[in-house]
């Protein structure tokens, strides 16, 4: 995959199209990650030999407490 998304990692195996939601600090739901999803699924709905989109979010994790 040639394109380029700001909050998108893309990954295919085989005909499985991964796109990891990478939107720090929290994966929010925005205009970028929208435009993003939206310019990933149009053409891909349109005419694609991958027959299936996984769509997954990294999950971020950080702790208020610190062992000492």
């Known amino acids: 995959m040639a394109k380029y998304y700001e909050t998108l990692r893309l990954e295919q195996t085989g005909t499985v199209l991964f796109a ?30 991958t027959r299936s989109l996984s769509l997954r979010a990294l999950t971020l994790t950080t702790s208020s407490h610190m062992s000492t």
């Open 20 to 49: 990891t939601i990478d939107a720090p600090p929290k994966n929010m739901l925005g205009p970028e990650l929208v435009r993003d999803l939206v310019s990933l699924i149009e053409p891909w709905t349109r005419a694609s030999r």
